[in-house]
Every structure is written in structure tokens, then in C-alpha cells.
């Protein structure tokens, strides 16, 4: 699906990238921790877009897939450095992003910062505040002391290799909450979430419909539906809310 392209950011970062031009708005989707571009949904969702004639792009932040930096040296904050910095340099017109669980975050807090740039938000398993909420409210006080005084903790994955979570990452996502402040989000929003996900409980979904505020904003539970959001089902049901957005938009 083409060669993959750089973007050098105003922080010095190296932003691989895919893009083509086609029908505005652009949709961009954006990946979830520690995933990359070369995911199923991305891939899936570009597929669609081609059929559909549909400007697309999708990106790895820093540290992820064919950008450059280490993963362990990234945090919430310069990965929506890294989204802000592909949006505003890659798009032209307004833009329907597609976030994936630790991409659901990033879409909200481009809501909070550049509004007038959306034209519309689905996310998938959305993981808003999860580095409070998912990790360190839930540690143990020994987990904690470890991540705090050695500056990183390794976690048992499913998906691979251990996920190391740092202490920059806990204390930058600090400063990036959406959900302990309100939220108003004046654009059609569709949310995504499987009720068998092990990551992100369907709670925090249900905890998110509640505190967004806005006039145009859906919640659809799909049975069964794990993290992965990846079955042929749930890639239709994301095609789907997409086409829903931009009719809405």
C-alpha cells in the first residue's frame, strides 16, 4: 500500500507514515500503546478508505513501528506532540480520527486542543486516563515503590514481550487527564466497545458516555468483542461508525 514516508517534528522526532489523497474530510486513525500502523484495524480501515476514495492517513507515534526513539523514553504528552505535529503537517481540512484504545485518549485530547480541526471522533476501546486508572490505581504499594524508585515495572503481556511501564509515563499522564475535568465535545462521536475486553473494562466506556458532554455522542457494546476489536464483525462495525461520523459531520 505504497512506500512508507518520514515526518521530521518541530521536538526532532522521525514520524513514519502512509497517506493518500482522496475525498475530505481525511480520516486518521491512531494506534493504541505500543501497537503500530501495520495493525489490523489500520489496515482494514485503509482498504476501506481506498474503496471509498476517502483521504487517508495513519502514522507511528515516536517509539512505535518505523519511528524513530525507544518506546521506554515516550510518554502521553509527546505522543500527542507526535498527533498533533502529523495532523496539522499531513491534513489540510478537517479530519474524522479513528482511536484505538490508548488512540481513544488521543483523540479526546485533540478535542480539548485543536476542535476546530475535527469534523468528527469514533474510538475503539477507548483507554482514556489508563495510566492512572488502569495501572497505578490498581498496583500494589510494592509495584509502585518499584516503578517510582527503579523508574519502570514490567508487566506480563498477552500480547508479547513484557509491557514496561515507566515512571515518566505515570506522572506525565498527569497532565493529560480527560476524564476529572469536563469535557465538551460539539461533534458526532462514536464510540466502540466489546463487552469480553480484558484491557479496557466496558465500565470505562460507560464511565466516559457519562462525563462527555454533547449533543451528538453514541455508545455501541458489541457482545463478546475482546481488546482486539479485530474479527470481521467488529472491522465492519468500525467501517461502519466511520461512515456514520462522516455522514454526520
Known sequence: MGDTQFLETEQGRQLAYHKFSGRMPAVVFLGGLRS???GTKAVHLEAWARRSGREFLRFDYSGHGESSGEFTDGCIGDWHEDTVAAISALTEEKVVVVGSSMGGWQALL????????????VTIAAAPDFTEDGYWEVWTEEERKTVMEEGEIALPSE???AMVITRKLIEDGRNHFVLREPLKIDLPVRMLQGTADMDVPTDVALRLLDHVEGDDIHLELIKDADHRFSTPECLDTITRAVEEVLINA
Open 36 to 38: 503500530d500502523m501495520t
Open 110 to 121: 485533540l478535542a480539548k486542543r485543536m476542535p476546530e480541526k475535527l469534523a468528527g471522533i
Open 159 to 161: 500480547y508479547g514481550d
